[in-house]
């Protein structure tokens, strides 16, 4: 069966240091993958998403990046934090259209 | 931008009773789809009706979709105090790459 990981669970971050997220998904193969963030109390926002390795779409102009370095592997990273990065980031990967998309269980990050 | 909206943003109701959410939004689609997501946890896939369905059931939760009024509900009977979580609709567009895009959430709680 198919599982994603996401690590960490929590983070704590000075401002003006970098970050680095990882996702990883088993049991597939191409899948799509996704980045989003939900601020405190709202929904999702879609950060990027990738159709396979080294291809990556931006939706949102800002202070991060993301990078597929393996197939089944997703990172999302920024050079300097900004206080405006905290929030709540949710890795995702889905198969063909028409299905539901799996999400990693987040990870907490909280820039002080 | 939000593609979805869920009405009301917050339902509070006993056991027992049955919870109906609400969703609308402003583009065609390919399908909707409900996910649910427990305090500070990542979103779990409950359901997905396609644009040519009008309803689906699996198990408690019953989903309409009204592709004329762009909207779409979700109806969960007799709830149970395990059912306390946020909900969310989430829309993939009929063109372009096939993003999931969330709507605001409704924040349900079941009292026992």
């Known amino acids: 069966s198919q599982t994603i990981h996401q690590w960490p669970a929590t983070l704590v971050q000075p401002v003006g240091s970098p970050l680095s997220l990882e996702c990883t998904v088993e049991?597939?193969?191409?899948?799509?993958l996704y980045w989003y963030r939900q601020a405190a109390g709202r929904g999702l926002q879609l950060l990027f998403y990738?159709?396979?390795?080294?291809?990556i779409s931006s939706e949102v102009p800002q202070n991060l990046s993301a990078s597929r370095p393996q197939d089944r592997q997703f990172i999302l990273s920024s050079k300097k934090l900004l206080l405006s990065d905290s929030g709540f980031y949710l890795c995702?990967?889905?198969?063909?259209?028409?299905?539901?998309?799996?999400f990693g269980s987040g990870t907490r990050l909280t820039v002080v | 931008s939000q593609q979805g909206e869920e009405d009301p943003q917050a339902l509070s109701i006993q056991e027992g009773e049955n919870a109906t959410m609400n969703c609308s939004y402003k583009?065609?689609?390919?399908?909707l789809q409900w996910y649910r997501q427990n305090s500070g946890r990542g979103l779990v896939h409950l359901i997905l009706?396609?644009?040519?369905?009008r309803e689906k059931h699996s198990g408690r939760l019953r989903v309409t979709l009204d592709t004329s009024k762009k909207s779409s509900s979700l109806l969960i009977t007799a709830s149970r105090a395990a059912d306390t979580a946020s909900y969310f609709c989430?829309?993939?567009?009929?063109?372009?790459?096939?993003?999931?895009?969330f709507g605001t959430g409704t924040r349900l709680l079941v009292s026992p």
């Open positions: 995702a990967w889905s198969g063909r259209v028409g299905y539901g998309y799996t």
């Open positions: 049991g597939t193969s191409n899948p799509n």
């Open positions: 990738s159709v396979g390795i080294g291809q």
């Open positions: 583009t065609s689609i390919n399908n």
């Open positions: 009706i396609r644009s040519n369905e």
């Open positions: 989430a829309t993939v567009l009929a063109s372009g790459f096939q993003k999931l895009v």
